[in-house]
């Protein structure tokens, strides 16, 4: 970024309790540079002291209007991370983490280091990395996704019969729990607990994996990111759920499909010079 961070937009742990001590020293922070505040839906009922921050300029906007702040500041672990750059998708607002969790794959700054790292971010001084994300569309309805997007086990007990092509050639046809499709970015959530493997977060291509395959044969396939996967619910008679980023937004009906092709910089970190993410990924599963 050039120049230094007038605006930026606040968001915390879902746990109000667990960002209360970092906030404060955040605030302090923000009041010393006179830098704005925008709170986006929820944020004011968790801390509701924020809308009487002083000589802050703080207040509550809809979630477009984040669109003009320079800055996202996030306060808790990768789960509150995540929530934010699914909040952001298509704003091109640069997202930074404070790490409130474990180690935070996604954060630039540690919680013992706000008043040091902090300012550095206010300067301006960090770097954007444009996130890869995944569209689909589903009865109409176009879904996209930073993390993930899951077919599997719907409704009704019982094993699912999905199949995936990629670019038309037709890989794998299992019964399985579920299909995962996931970013870079979301490898190492629900694509890594099944197996699959960790992608580097500047990798052009994306990950498709099978939940508890009947069968030997069936392997986690990287894919680039030009490819379009072709995901077919193989069932005669159930409708099986589809999940994006963690939220339930419909049902594949049987024997239909839908195509998953990718979406460059659907959301945006910012980061200090010199992040490792593979460094932290080793603090956090070594």
Do not use: W
Not at 52 to 59: I, M, N, P, R, V
Not at 89 to 100: Q, T
Request: proline share 5%.
């Amino acid at each position: 970024m050039s120049g230094p961070v007038r605006s930026v937009a606040l968001i915390t742990h879902h746990v109000p309790a667990v960002a209360t001590e970092a906030l404060a020293e955040v605030m302090l922070v923000l009041r010393e540079r006179g830098v704005s505040v925008r709170l986006p839906p929820g944020e004011s009922a968790k801390h509701p002291s924020l809308l009487a921050a002083g000589a802050t300029d703080c207040c509550e906007v809809a979630r477009e209007e984040l669109a003009g702040v320079d800055l996202c500041l996030v306060l808790g672990g990768d789960g509150t991370m995540l929530r934010t750059l699914r909040l952001t998708r298509d704003l091109d607002v640069p997202v930074a983490g404070v790490n409130l969790g474990r180690v935070g794959y996604f954060a630039t700054v540690q919680r013992a280091r706000v008043r040091i790292d902090l300012p550095l971010l206010l300067d301006g001084d960090f770097l954007r990395r444009p996130l890869l994300g995944l569209s689909c569309r589903l009865n109409g309805t176009v879904l996209r996704a930073v993390n993930d997007l899951v077919v599997g086990r719907g409704r009704e007990v019982g094993i699912q019969r999905i199949s995936y092509a990629v670019n038309g050639v037709r890989l794998f046809d299992a019964r399985c729990d579920a299909l995962v499709v996931a970013t870079p970015a979301g490898s190492t959530a629900y694509n890594l607990a099944v197996g699959g493997p960790i992608l580097g977060i500047g990798l052009e291509g994306f990950v498709v994996s099978y939940v508890a395959p009947h069968s030997l044969g069936n392997r986690p396939v990287v894919v680039a990111a030009s490819d379009v996967v072709n995901v077919r619910n193989e069932s005669e008679h159930s409708a099986i759920d589809v999940v994006v980023d963690g939220d339930h937004v419909g049902s594949l009906d049987p024997l239909a499909s839908l195509d998953v092709h990718t979406v460059s910089a659907l959301a945006t970190l910012a980061l200090l010079p010199g992040s490792d993410f593979y460094r932290q990924f080793k603090d956090r599963f070594a």
